[in-house]
C-alpha cells in the first residue's frame, strides 16, 4: 500500500516536466517571452520546438549571469527554478488538493470509491480527460518543491467522444499526448467515469463533480505521510510545503487519517 517512495525520472521525463513548470510559472512569463522573441530574430524555423527544447539551459545561464552581479530580480524562487530539480523525485499514491482527494490508478483499482479521473481546460475551450497516473513532486534548491499529475490521456476526437443531450461518454481504448502527460496538480479537476452499457464495454460516462472543502477520510488506512497535501487555492501557486502534514492530520481511534482541509 506504498507510502511516500523517492523515484528516479529519466532526463527525457524530467526535461518535459520541467518545462511544463516553467512555461505555467508566471513569475518568469518576462523570460519566456524574451527568449521566443530570441527565437524568431534567430530566423529559428522551429521556434516552438526550440524554445521547448532549449528554454531551461537558457534561462539558467541568464538567472545566473545576472545572479553574478547581484541583480535585484533574482529571487530565490527564479534561482530555485533555474536551477532545475533534484534527479531523485518524491512519488505519492494519493494528494489532497484544495479539499479534493486524488488517488493514482494503480491504488484506484483496489478501492470502492474511484478517485483517479482527471479533467483538464484546454485553451480552446476544449476538455482533456485522463486517468491519474502518478503524482510526483519535484524539489529544486532552498526547499522548494511543485507537484505534478503524470497522467494518460484519452484520445477525445469525435469518434472517441459523444456528447448528447448533456451527457457525454468518452471511448477509453485510446491514448494521447504521450509527449505531453504533465499537468500541475493545482489545475486537476476531477471527475469519475461510469461504464456506458448503451455504446460497449470501452466506453465511459464522464461525470462532474462540484466538490466541496469537507472532511475527507481514508477508507484505505493511509498513514498521515502517504498523503500529500495541496491547498493552493490558484493555478499558479506551485510550490508546496510538506512539513505541516502531521500538524493537520487526526488520528482517529479506529486508524483512519482524517485531512484537516
Same mark, same amino acid.
Given at each position: 500500500?506504498?507510502?511516500?517512495?523517492?523515484?528516479?525520472?529519466?532526463?527525457?521525463?524530467?526535461?518535459?516536466?520541467? #518545462? $511544463?513548470?516553467?512555461?505555467?510559472?508566471?513569475?518568469?512569463?518576462? =523570460? &519566456? !517571452?524574451?527568449?521566443?522573441?530570441? +527565437?524568431?530574430?534567430?530566423?529559428?524555423?522551429?521556434?516552438?520546438?526550440?524554445?521547448?527544447?532549449?528554454?531551461?539551459?537558457?534561462?539558467?545561464?541568464?538567472?545566473?549571469?545576472?545572479?553574478?552581479?547581484?541583480?535585484?530580480?533574482?529571487?530565490?524562487?527564479?534561482?530555485?527554478?533555474?536551477?532545475?530539480?533534484?534527479?531523485?523525485?518524491?512519488?505519492?499514491?494519493?494528494?489532497?488538493?484544495?479539499?479534493?482527494?486524488?488517488?493514482?490508478?494503480?491504488?484506484?483499482?483496489?478501492?470502492?470509491?474511484?478517485?483517479?479521473?482527471?479533467?483538464?481546460?484546454?485553451?480552446?475551450?476544449?476538455? #482533456? $480527460?485522463?486517468?491519474?497516473?502518478?503524482?510526483?513532486?519535484?524539489? =529544486? &534548491? !532552498?526547499?522548494?518543491?511543485?507537484? +505534478?499529475?503524470?497522467?494518460?490521456?484519452?484520445?477525445?476526437?469525435?469518434?472517441?467522444?459523444?456528447?448528447?443531450?448533456?451527457?457525454?461518454?468518452?471511448?477509453?481504448?485510446?491514448?494521447?499526448?504521450?509527449?505531453?502527460?504533465?499537468?500541475?496538480?493545482?489545475?486537476?479537476?476531477?471527475?469519475?467515469?461510469?461504464?456506458?452499457?448503451?455504446?460497449?464495454?470501452?466506453?465511459?460516462?464522464?461525470?462532474?463533480?462540484?466538490?466541496?472543502?469537507?472532511?475527507?477520510?481514508?477508507?484505505?488506512?493511509?498513514?498521515?505521510?502517504?498523503?500529500?497535501?495541496?491547498?493552493?487555492?490558484?493555478?499558479?501557486?506551485?510550490?508546496?510545503?510538506?512539513?505541516?502534514?502531521?500538524?493537520?492530520? &487526526?488520528?482517529?481511534?479506529?486508524?483512519?487519517?482524517?485531512?484537516?482541509?
Amino acid at each position: 500500500m506504498g507510502k511516500q517512495s523517492q523515484v528516479y525520472v529519466e532526463k527525457n521525463v524530467r526535461d518535459r516536466a520541467e #518545462f $511544463y513548470i516553467l512555461n505555467n510559472s508566471p513569475e518568469i512569463e518576462t =523570460y &519566456l !517571452n524574451q527568449h521566443k522573441q530570441e +527565437l524568431q530574430l534567430r530566423g529559428c524555423l522551429n521556434p516552438d520546438e526550440a524554445h521547448r527544447n532549449e528554454f531551461a539551459d537558457w534561462f539558467f545561464e541568464k538567472i545566473y549571469a545576472m545572479n553574478r552581479v547581484h541583480a535585484p530580480e533574482v529571487t530565490h524562487e527564479l534561482l530555485s527554478l533555474a536551477s532545475k530539480s533534484n534527479i531523485f523525485v518524491s512519488s505519492y499514491p494519493a494528494c489532497i488538493v484544495n479539499g479534493v482527494r486524488f488517488v493514482t490508478h494503480a491504488r484506484d483499482v483496489r478501492l470502492k470509491t474511484q478517485n483517479s479521473g482527471v479533467s483538464v481546460p484546454g485553451t480552446e475551450n476544449e476538455i #482533456f $480527460y485522463g486517468q491519474l497516473q502518478q503524482i510526483l513532486e519535484f524539489s =529544486y &534548491l !532552498n526547499d522548494f518543491s511543485v507537484v +505534478l499529475f503524470k497522467c494518460k490521456w484519452f484520445r477525445c476526437d469525435s469518434r472517441r467522444m459523444v456528447t448528447e443531450n448533456n451527457i457525454t461518454s468518452i471511448n477509453i481504448t485510446s491514448e494521447s499526448y504521450k509527449d505531453d502527460q504533465f499537468i500541475l496538480a493545482s489545475q486537476a479537476q476531477q471527475v469519475f467515469y461510469v461504464e456506458d452499457p448503451s455504446r460497449g464495454p470501452n466506453w465511459r460516462v464522464v461525470q462532474h463533480v462540484n466538490h466541496r472543502n469537507i472532511w475527507d477520510i481514508t477508507e484505505d488506512g493511509m498513514s498521515d505521510i502517504d498523503l500529500l497535501q495541496d491547498n493552493s487555492s490558484s493555478n499558479f501557486t506551485l510550490f508546496v510545503d510538506l512539513g505541516n502534514l502531521p500538524q493537520i492530520n &487526526l488520528q482517529r481511534n479506529d486508524g483512519d487519517v482524517i485531512p484537516i482541509v
